[in-house]
């Protein structure tokens, strides 16, 4: 079959979908019983759903979603319905009258999965079969309310040719299979007996090599582990399985959260659109979380697959055995899993060198959109199309204010908290109202209604303060204000609930005790909860160097007046070590953001004799784990410093400031640097565990350093890291140092890395992204020749990310070249990508949401770019909220 429908302009502004309108469903459905032949162009569907009227509601019509559907034939209680009892288009199935009783609705369509490039509902990743049905996938598949809140029990038979897809998959167990008697194909019965959204449905066909294991639960099942891949990319699995088995017993451990199934699927997928999906029993994977060797993947890679495996498992309780009522409750899954597999790598790794990551990550994503055009509440109260809300500031702003739940609790209640969640809700679809009055009632606390503006107010907070010590009384008091600034739609603030962790640090570095209001302060941690309020403490003997927002207890920004020499101290003896990294961070930008300035007026840019001081202590500290080292010789990044300085950026001089703090630390430490370089060496076999790949870490950050002051030794020790290097780690990092030197040995190296690897996508996505990323004005013109590269596809999401994701994302000199040549190479790319990929499309036309920051020529050219994607009528939905939104005033 063709894909015959196209699809209409948009000629008016599409309604919203609104938080305030939620209704629950009419109609709920009980059983799906799927019978899926799969075919490439034409694959039949046949659905039998059990509806009956939900009692809350009266009895009306029943109105089915649908998306780019064909419907073949349609049954009530066996029989065909006329066809003047329903109403169907392409994107809905109308029953106006239907029975005011249970029935049995049977549903034919037929759906393409090979021309369906977008990658929602059945489609085809290369040769295999597979779904994506979250959000708003299912409804691709068949006509079915679409909703979360719909939870049913679902039987999937799948039927194949047998050569085409011998592996037949879907969710639950296994409870059939065999031959079609007379012809080639074959069928798989599935059961899955847990009620469940349609958005976690899937199945899966195609020609898959399996890799096994099994896993014993605490309370002694016995679960089969299978991970599915393209044959011969079997031996690059045993680290996704070894994660699987860790978060398994974790979950144990920790939550107390068994797995219930008696098989746990994975399958991995080379076109996906997304890291990956936490399908019921069948999650569905983008390869690269997957696959891992020492050879293809670096210390990172594994990194990533250990927490996306860990972050899809979560889910099975988080998501799926609890879900969300609706879509605006996204975060009420999305930031407790998040912050659950950010425990689970704390646990697995080190705790600090986690904490500063996801830190970094938070500031440089979600702290970036809460300032720009598209901040959003953690849960949002409007959206045109709920795929753009797939969002840092759901997913990682939404795991601190779970985390913030901890702090204000403690371990224990919170852990009361969350184990009466799971209680409660089983088999629900909840809202996040829900899940607070849980730790309320598990606490006696109230959360409600301040803390719950964490969830609907946009904005970092920010939080000033100013200490006063009194040598006489032996007081020392902090006078904290709150204020958050207005976001799009949301003028005027409340003041929120912001938990700090402190520590009043003294002169031989040991934290002093603190009592407030007559009492040991309760785990470090004051709650500011009015606009402003100062705290007194007594019984302090001596001034004392204030360490706040320990561990980054709350998501805020934090101004505090403290001098270069305090930091410095900071930085030697804080107890916390995230604020130790955070002092050299903040030496590190108050020095940067002056050197920009002055590099804007002209001026000579400045050292700081001080901040290199505290590098060279911490490069000499052997205590300390060398992860964290790596993580605090590197200088916050271009996007760190641009949102420091907030408004009027010129990225060109951002990264002038940065390069000069790099070589500078380069020349200063250079014999250090070289020393800790030989000494990290690692000798013996690869392996990805946390305190190698920090070695490695700390090693590559070395070479880099050195190599930023041109020396040509440094570069030589480049070259021989990439020719001699045994694992992608060492390799990868020192063609990335080579990259940033125009020499004839980087065009060298990158042609040999492209040899090398030249028949692995996985790998030649760090080829196309390292290019991608080259801060220099010849980037723009490689980037266009690599899109007619026979490496590159526009119909794979991964090599889309690795080259013009990195591009637009990765490479702010370029991307924000003054001639706007980026910005245009950008849009048009989405122009083109959009009526395929609407999805990825959107997400590339993100790049944009800083414009506003930037100076006014780059400002004026990014906004012809917008403007240009605006007027376009045929685009997606998707692209159409991002542009909207982001050229709106606020
Ligand atoms: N729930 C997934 C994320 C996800 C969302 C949408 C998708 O559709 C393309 C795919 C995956 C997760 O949090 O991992
Ligand atoms: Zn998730």
């Not at 399996?210 to 599915?228: E, N, P, Q, W």
């Not at 849960?379 to 204010?401: C, M, Q």
Request: net charge negative; with cysteine.
């Amino acid at each position: 079959m063709q894909n015959f429908y196209i699809k209409p302009m948009r000629t008016e502004e599409p309604r919203p979908i609104r938080l305030k309108d939620y209704r629950p469903p009419d109609w709920l459905i009980e059983t799906v019983n799927l019978d899926v032949s799969l075919d490439p162009n034409a694959t039949r569907v046949r659905a039998k759903l059990k509806l009956k009227p939900n009692a809350a509601a009266t009895p009306a019509p029943l109105v089915l979603d649908g998306e780019e559907l064909k419907l073949a034939s349609l049954k009530l209680d066996g029989k065909p319905l006329p066809a003047e009892n329903f109403v169907v288009t392409p994107e809905r199935l109308t029953i106006a009258q239907p029975p005011n009783r249970p029935f049995e609705l049977e549903i034919e369509t037929v759906v393409d999965p090979a021309g369906n490039t977008q990658l929602m509902g059945l489609y085809r990743a290369g040769t295999t079969y597979c779904t994506q049905c979250e959000a708003e996938g299912f409804r691709r598949i068949t006509y079915f309310l679409d909703r979360p809140d719909v939870m049913a029990v679902y039987t999937t038979r799948v039927e194949a040719d047998k050569s085409e897809a011998p592996v037949l998959l879907a969710n639950g167990n296994l409870v059939a299979h065999g031959e079609v008697p007379g012809t080639n194909r074959h069928f798989a019965v599935w059961h899955d007996p847990f009620k469940k959204p349609c958005y976690l449905f899937a199945l899966v066909g195609g020609k898959l090599a399996r890799v096994a294991d099994s896993f014993t639960t605490m309370s002694g099942r016995k679960v089969a582990l299978h991970i599915y891949v393209e044959p011969g990319k079997e031996d690059r699995c045993s680290y996704a399985m070894d994660s699987l088995k860790r978060a398994m017993r974790w979950d144990e451990e920790v939550f107390g959260r068994e797995y219930d199934l008696d098989i746990f699927m994975i399958v991995a997928v080379s076109a996906f659109n997304m890291g990956a999906m936490e399908n019921k029993g069948l999650n569905v994977f983008n390869d690269r979380y997957v696959l891992a060797s020492p050879a293809a993947a670096t210390d990172a890679d594994f990194a990533h697959i250990e927490a996306v495996i860990a972050h899809e498992y979560f889910h099975n309780w988080t998501g799926n055995r609890i879900t969300c009522r609706d879509w605006f409750q996204l975060c009420l899954k999305e930031g407790l899993t998040v912050f659950r597999d950010e425990e689970f790598s704390a646990d697995q790794r080190s705790r600090p060198v986690e904490r500063i990551g996801d830190v970094r990550a938070l500031r440089s994503h979600q702290f970036v959109e809460d300032a720009g055009p598209l901040a959003h509440p953690v849960r949002p109260e409007l959206y045109h199309e709920i795929n753009n809300f797939y969002t840092s500031t759901v997913y990682d702003k939404g795991a601190e204010v779970v985390r913030m739940l901890k702090v204000l609790l403690g371990a224990d209640l919170f852990r009361k908290g969350m184990d009466l969640y799971f209680s409660r809700h089983d088999g629900e679809a909840a809202t996040v109202e829900q899940f607070i009055q849980c730790f309320a009632d598990a606490s006696g606390r109230d959360f409600f209604p301040q803390f719950m503006r964490w969830y609907s107010q946009a904005g970092t907070p920010e939080i000033k303060v100013a200490p006063h010590y009194d040598a006489r009384e032996k007081t020392y008091r902090l006078a904290i204000a709150q204020t958050t600034p207005p976001t799009p739609n949301q003028p005027n603030k409340e003041p929120m609930v912001i938990p700090l962790a402190i520590g009043l640090v003294g002169k031989d570095g040991a934290d002093l005790p603190l009592m407030l209001d007559g009492r040991p302060l309760e785990r470090g941690v004051v709650v500011l909860t009015q606009p402003s309020r100062t705290f007194v403490f007594t019984g302090i003997a001596e001034r004392p160097i204030p360490s706040l927002n320990r561990g980054f207890s709350a998501p805020i920004k934090l101004s505090l007046p403290i001098e270069p020499d305090e930091l410095r101290f900071l930085a030697a003896h804080d107890s916390d070590p995230f604020n130790r990294w955070q002092a050299v961070q903040t030496l590190a930008m108050s020095l940067l953001t002056a050197n920009v300035a002055a590099l804007r007026n002209g001026a000579p840019a400045r050292d700081d004799e001080g901040l290199m001081a505290a590098l060279g202590a911490i490069l000499a500290d052997e205590k300390l784990e060398p992860a964290f080292i790596a993580l605090t010789l590197a200088p916050p990044s271009e996007a760190d410093i641009a949102r420091e300085i907030g408004r009027d950026i010129d990225p060109d001089t951002v990264f002038a400031a940065r390069r000069r703090l790099r070589a500078a630390i380069g020349e200063r430490h250079g014999a250090a640097l070289a020393n800790a370089y030989e000494r990290m060496i690692t000798g013996g076999h690869y392996s990805p565990d946390a305190q190698s790949a920090g070695r490695r870490a700390l090693k590559n950050v070395c070479l880099d350093l050195l190599a930023v002051t041109e020396k040509s030794e440094a570069i030589a020790r480049a070259i021989s890291q990439y020719e001699s290097a045994d694992n992608m780690t060492d390799r990868m990092a020192a063609v990335q140092t080579l990259s940033l030197h125009d020499r004839p040995e980087r065009a060298a190296a990158l042609e040999d890395f492209y040899r090398r690897y030249s028949d692995d996508p996985l790998i030649i996505d760090k080829w196309l992204a390292l290019q991608a990323a080259i801060p220099e004005p010849a980037t723009l013109e490689r980037v266009r020749v690599l899109t007619t590269h026979p490496a590159f596809s526009m119909a794979n999401p991964n090599r889309v990310r690795a080259l013009i994701g990195a591009f637009a994302q990765g490479n702010p000199t370029q991307f924000n070249r003054v001639d706007g040549a980026g910005y245009d190479f950008v849009a048009d790319f989405v122009l083109a990508l959009d009526p395929k990929n609407p999805h990825g499309a959107a997400r590339l036309m993100g790049a944009f949401r800083s414009w506003r920051a930037l100076e006014a020529a780059r400002r004026a050219r990014a906004e012809a770019a917008l403007r240009r994607v605006a007027a376009m009528p045929a685009s997606s939905r998707d692209v159409h909220d991002i542009v909207a939104r982001t050229l709106a005033d606020s």
